[in-house]
């Protein structure tokens, strides 16, 4: 009988400090039905339903989503795997790409549809990565059918503008895109040490031939352990290069791929940037070869699976933020 | 205590959620040109005779601790604000459906449980409005519930127990605040399903915060002038509006006061404890 719900609810959160949960027995999902409408009309929130209690935060909890700023918030950029295969095989790539690596292309026909979905969930940005994007001599056919929708920046090695590439790259419009471009250090030794010999030189003369075409870049650096001073000697390369502040991106290695030491990541630990590649939809593309980072198999419904990473990552912000306050300094 | 500086606002601790309502409540004034920190009482008579002695500089104070902070002071003391579920704050007679019972004549002859003899709505105002209606002890079987003396009914135990009562057939109707009746039917309709009004009060106040004259109105207008600027629409502000049970703060209606007044005299509840 819900009379006796009810007032098991207002004696247990009654009893319950705002900010903490109580966990309130409950029999069947009209009871749970209950228990969701009661707390919400009192302004509390039923955090989790387990097998036979429920748990109810006294109070209401305010959207982590929401305190996050707004490019941050899942959703507001799409990542795109168009391919896995690489010209390079850096001993810290979180995707353990290489030259041999499964290619897992996305076909043009799938990357428009999958911009299609973009748009319809209100994604406002596109990241396109792999592998190396470039190593698919039709990407340019990709990045107008991109770059028509949303902003959008193609992380790449800069390596493979030769050729009919170069030629396909010329034509591409400026408008919408940016390039971001991988290097590790100002000069070769740091860089050619994870990404292979002569990888550097190559690097530099890839940023100059996007320069010099007239596209926006942004340079990008992945930092390990034996980083040393590089960070400092990389923001001095980068001020000779004329790179704005938003030009430039320094951050380190994660633990995932072919990197074997370096920042731990986790669904709980990580904001997501939802990653769509050829296999389905990952929490983040830092982790995209992760089975524990899948979120789904299908990238269709795009909006669905973005609001199924939005309330996971509720789920995980909320039960942190309440285990911290249920350890109180004694 | 003349030369503290911060207004000491004592409030008491009637369950674990009153800890982080005042400390919303003092991270709010931290800012203003009234800073203010507060005291918890384990009951309401302490924190009369503090708010007396001057230990604290004002007290949020049931509508019962307000009438005898009021007498003790010779009439002087003032109250200074208040919810907007305070001004309109009622009793409410819940019996079984389908029992018949309609209007407040009707329970002549009945089993009414009320709750503490301490709690305006639970006990003193459902038993000062029986007797308007002519319907003395005499005349009923009064089932009472003194589960939290000391409270002034803030727990809605007595009203939970008097409504108990009804449910399992040991009283005929439950005098119990509007605010449990309310937070019973946010349970939805089967919560209440077996359960009616068999009658509602007009209106009266609750709660105020409470000061003696001697306070200097310099301390008490800038806090004042900031606690009615929260604002429902503003979220920081709305957490700790929607914990405390209001929408608004608001200046007091004594009126509403005249009630409960009339009905401690009757009843010569002591101005002491
Ligand atoms: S880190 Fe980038 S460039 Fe290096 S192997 Fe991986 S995808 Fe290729």
Redesign the pocket.
């Known amino acids: 009988m819900s009379f006796d719900l009810t007032v098991r609810l207002i004696e247990a959160v009654g009893a319950t400090a705002a900010g903490t949960t109580v966990m309130v027995p409950l029999d069947g999902p009209d009871e749970v039905r209950t228990a969701a409408s009661w707390a919400d009309a009192t302004g509390n929130t039923v955090l989790m339903v387990h097998p036979d209690p429920v748990e109810i935060y006294r109070g209401r909890i305010a959207d982590p989503i929401d305190a996050l700023s707004p490019e941050r918030r899942p959703g507001h950029r799409l990542w795109i795997y168009t391919n896995f295969h690489?010209?390079?095989?850096?001993d810290?790539?979180?995707?353990?790409?290489?030259p041999t690596a499964r290619r897992r292309i996305i076909e043009i026909d799938e990357f428009a549809a999958i911009i299609g979905e973009a748009i319809a969930a209100d994604v406002a940005e596109l990241y396109l990565?792999?592998?190396?994007p470039f190593m698919l001599i039709d990407l340019d056919e990709r990045l107008r059918v991109a770059t028509a929708a949303r902003p959008t920046t193609v992380?790449t090695?800069a390596m493979q503008w030769h050729g009919e590439r170069r030629r396909r790259l010329d034509a591409l419009p400026r408008d919408n895109l940016t390039f971001q471009i991988?290097l590790d250090s100002a000069t070769a030794d740091l860089h050619d040490r994870h990404?292979g010999a002569g990888s550097f030189a190559k690097a530099i003369e890839g940023i100059g031939v996007a320069t010099e075409l007239g596209f926006r870049i942004r340079v990008a650096a992945?930092l390990g352990p034996d980083a040393g001073t590089t960070e400092q000697e990389l923001e001095r390369f980068f001020d000779d290069l004329a790179l704005e502040p938003d030009q430039r991106v320094i951050r380190r290695v994660a633990r995932q791929?072919?990197a074997n030491a370096g920042l731990a990541v986790s669904r709980a630990s990580l904001i997501p940037e939802v990653c769509v590649t050829a296999d389905g939809v990952w929490w983040h593309p830092v982790a995209a070869i992760d089975p524990t980072m899948k979120v789904v198999d299908n990238w269709a419904p795009l909006r669905t699976t973005i609001d199924t990473i939005r309330d996971e990552y509720r789920t995980h912000r909320i039960a942190n933020d309440v285990l911290a306050s249920s350890f109180p300094c004694a | 205590m003349a030369d503290r500086q911060e207004v000491l606002v004592g409030a008491v601790a009637y369950s674990a959620n009153v800890v982080p309502i005042w400390e919303g409540i003092r991270d709010y004034f931290a800012e203003s040109s009234a800073p203010m920190d507060f005291v918890l009482f384990s009951n309401y008579e302490r924190q009369v005779e503090a708010l007396l002695a001057g230990h604290i500089d004002i007290a949020w104070n049931t509508n019962v601790a307000w009438i005898r902070t009021l007498r003790r002071t010779g009439g002087t003391a003032i109250a200074l604000a208040t919810r907007d579920t305070d001004l309109v704050f009622t009793t409410v007679m819940v019996g079984r459906a389908g029992s018949g019972l309609d209007g407040i004549e009707s329970l002549r002859g009945k089993q009414v449980a009320l709750g503490s003899r301490d709690s305006g709505q639970a006990r003193i105002l459902p038993l000062h409005f029986l007797h308007r209606a002519g319907i003395t002890e005499a005349d009923m079987d009064l089932v009472i519930f003194d589960s939290d003396v000391g409270k002034h009914g803030d727990t809605g135990r007595s009203d939970l127990d008097a409504l108990r009562a009804v449910v399992d057939g040991d009283a005929d109707v439950a005098a119990i605040g509007v605010n449990t009746w309310n937070s019973l039917r946010a349970g939805g309709d089967g919560a209440v399903a077996d359960l009616a009004v068999v009658w509602e009060s007009e209106p009266y106040s609750h709660c105020n915060f409470s000061v003696l004259e001697t306070l200097p109105s310099e301390r008490t207008r800038p806090w004042v002038e900031h606690l009615l600027a929260m604002d429902w629409e503003i979220p920081e502000h709305r957490r700790i509006l929607e914990l405390e049970g209001l929408t608004e703060w608001k200046l007091p209606d004594l009126e509403g006061y005249r009630s409960l007044t009339a009905a401690m005299d009757e009843q010569n509840i002591s101005d002491h404890w």
Do not use: D, H, K, Q
């Open positions: 690489c010209n390079l095989a850096c810290y790539c979180c995707v353990e790409s290489s990565t792999g592998g190396e992380l090695n991988s990404r992945t791929g072919s």
